[in-house]
């Protein structure tokens, strides 16, 4: 199999995840060096220089937004799936999630936390990172209260929308106005990504892995019938969205929700009033359908289309039968392999093996092309050290990293 190159973020303190990687406006690519559990830790921006063939620290969040990580408060310490990129003004957009406790905190919790003013996230700031200059133009308070799971950019009407955690609603920000309103509530569990079709209808999940539509021309937000499919033994709650990308064409997406025994999915959302959507099977390797597992240990994500043409994904592997000797995932020995797909065959091949320094890899959250053509994987990798992967692709042509994906 292909081999992979890993970099690790420097930042301080250790950083512990990256949940969002994405290529900007200027075909380079970007990754949020996070600190999901790290107490007093904040997020940054930092970018993979081809030039030089490492990674530079662009923006420090907190400072940048005006929330310090030292200040007490629960902190800037993620950006979660919330990459945006725009082509027409070469704008990254960013807004920030929680999890990290305030410097000094042992704990935080957002619903205990709620009212307490010294401890509680303040809320989600929204960032435009000018990538040109490498100049943040201005922030903005973006979801009071609450971090923003993930993010989309409809660039021709100047939005964004977002879903809000703990409380799982559903925004739309107007970048002309700097004004964000709520559309309500859309369950327990959050969709792990928002996607667009070509006419700017924006879906997102339920709790039971049910499409929930936006149409932004008549402003309204609707269940419609379309499931993420799901294992036939299992009932299809918390079959969230997690990773999806458009075709090439932008036709129709793939996906894959957050849920034990993931299948990998092609949804067309232009065919027929609901749009149609096909179930391509499972993406792990075979386990003991009897053996309950963490959904953390057959996860996959990163999902990028080549310059090929071709799907890219990466799915966990782990020795068979380890499962059921220890159901804990954190103690199965797992390997990350990307897996490359022929979407006019659906033939699969096992491609390459993401690894970090000889360590164990298990979590890979988004992928993205560069303009060069080369895909890059964000890892979720504790303990530290954390980073991304790069996998050289000999394509040829310029400005590869084309079309954009819009939604982090």
Same mark, same amino acid.
């Given at each position: 199999? #292909?081999?992979?190159?890993?970099?690790?973020?420097? +930042?301080?303190?250790?950083?512990?995840?990256?949940? &969002?990687?994405?290529?900007? =406006?200027?075909?380079?690519?970007?990754?949020?060096?996070?600190?999901?559990?790290?107490?007093?830790?904040?997020?940054?921006?930092?970018?993979?220089?081809?030039?030089?063939? &490492?990674?530079?620290?662009?923006?420090?969040?907190?400072?940048?937004?005006?929330?310090?990580?030292?200040?007490?408060?629960?902190?800037?310490?993620?950006?979660?799936?919330?990459?945006?990129?725009?082509?027409?003004?070469?704008?990254?957009?960013?807004?920030?999630?929680?999890?990290?406790?305030?410097?000094?905190?042992? *704990?935080?919790?957002?619903?205990? %936390?709620?009212?307490?003013?010294?401890?509680?996230?303040?809320?989600?700031?929204?960032?435009?990172?000018?990538?040109?200059?490498?100049?943040?133009?201005?922030? %903005?308070?973006?979801?009071?209260?609450?971090?923003?799971?993930?993010?989309?950019?409809?660039? /021709?009407?100047?939005?964004?929308?977002?879903?809000?955690?703990?409380?799982?609603?559903?925004?739309?920000?107007?970048?002309? #106005?700097?004004?964000? /309103?709520?559309?309500?509530?859309?369950?327990?569990?959050?969709?792990?990504?928002?996607?667009?079709?070509?006419?700017?209808?924006?879906?997102? &999940?339920?709790?039971?892995?049910?499409?929930?539509?936006?149409?932004?021309?008549?402003?309204?937000? $609707?269940?419609? =019938?379309?499931?993420?499919?799901?294992? =036939?033994?299992? &009932?299809?709650?918390?079959?969230?969205? @997690?990773?999806?990308?458009?075709?090439?064409?932008?036709?129709?997406? @793939?996906?894959?929700?957050? +849920?034990?025994?993931?299948?990998?999915?092609?949804?067309?959302?232009?065919?027929?009033?609901?749009?149609?959507?096909?179930?391509?099977?499972?993406?792990?390797?075979?386990?003991?359908?009897?053996?309950?597992?963490?959904?953390?240990?057959?996860?996959?994500?990163?999902?990028?289309?080549?310059?090929?043409?071709?799907?890219?994904?990466?799915?966990?592997?782990?020795?068979?039968?380890?499962?059921?000797?220890?159901?804990?995932?954190?103690?199965?020995?797992?390997?990350?392999?990307?897996?490359?797909?022929?979407?006019?065959?659906? $033939?699969?091949?096992?491609?390459?093996?993401?690894?970090?320094?000889?360590? /164990?890899?298990?979590?890979?959250?988004?992928?993205? /092309?560069?303009?060069?053509?080369?895909?890059?994987?964000?890892?979720?990798?504790?303990?530290? =050290?954390?980073?991304?992967? *790069?996998?050289?692709?000999?394509?040829?042509?310029?400005?590869?990293?084309?079309?954009?994906?819009?939604?982090?």
């Amino acid at each position: 199999m #292909k081999a992979s190159r890993f970099y690790p973020f420097d +930042n301080e303190p250790p950083p512990d995840t990256c949940w &969002s990687l994405s290529a900007g =406006p200027d075909g380079r690519i970007y990754a949020a060096s996070c600190c999901e559990r790290i107490a007093g830790g904040g997020v940054y921006i930092v970018r993979y220089d081809d030039e030089t063939d &490492s990674l530079k620290t662009i923006v420090d969040v907190p400072r940048a937004v005006g929330e310090p990580a030292d200040n007490g408060k629960a902190t800037q310490c993620k950006i979660h799936y919330s990459f945006a990129p725009s082509l027409s003004d070469g704008i990254l957009y960013a807004a920030t999630h929680l999890s990290a406790p305030g410097v000094g905190s042992k *704990r935080f919790s957002p619903w205990a %936390d709620w009212k307490d003013d010294a401890r509680a996230f303040p809320h989600s700031c929204l960032l435009a990172l000018d990538t040109s200059s490498d100049q943040v133009l201005w922030t %903005d308070t973006f979801i009071p209260r609450e971090g923003c799971r993930c993010m989309a950019l409809d660039e /021709r009407r100047g939005r964004l929308y977002a879903i809000s955690y703990p409380r799982d609603h559903f925004w739309v920000y107007d970048l002309k #106005k700097r004004e964000i /309103r709520s559309l309500g509530r859309l369950g327990s569990v959050n969709s792990q990504t928002i996607f667009t079709d070509r006419r700017g209808r924006v879906f997102v &999940s339920n709790c039971s892995g049910q499409f929930v539509r936006y149409d932004p021309d008549s402003d309204r937000l $609707e269940e419609i =019938p379309i499931f993420v499919p799901h294992d =036939p033994r299992l &009932s299809g709650w918390h079959d969230v969205l @997690y990773d999806v990308v458009a075709s090439p064409q932008g036709d129709c997406v @793939y996906g894959v929700p957050w +849920n034990t025994d993931p299948h990998l999915f092609r949804y067309w959302p232009e065919d027929g009033e609901y749009g149609r959507i096909e179930d391509l099977g499972a993406v792990h390797q075979w386990r003991d359908p009897g053996t309950v597992v963490c959904f953390y240990l057959d996860h996959c994500g990163g999902l990028v289309f080549g310059a090929d043409g071709k799907l890219y994904y990466a799915t966990t592997r782990w020795s068979e039968g380890s499962e059921t000797d220890s159901p804990h995932f954190g103690r199965v020995q797992t390997e990350v392999i990307v897996v490359q797909m022929d979407v006019q065959t659906l $033939e699969r091949t096992d491609y390459a093996r993401l690894e970090r320094n000889g360590a /164990r890899g298990h979590y890979v959250a988004r992928a993205a /092309r560069d303009r060069r053509g080369n895909l890059f994987f964000g890892h979720v990798i504790m303990p530290s =050290p954390t980073g991304i992967s *790069r996998l050289e692709m000999n394509a040829q042509g310029d400005d590869l990293h084309l079309p954009l994906r819009t939604w982090g």
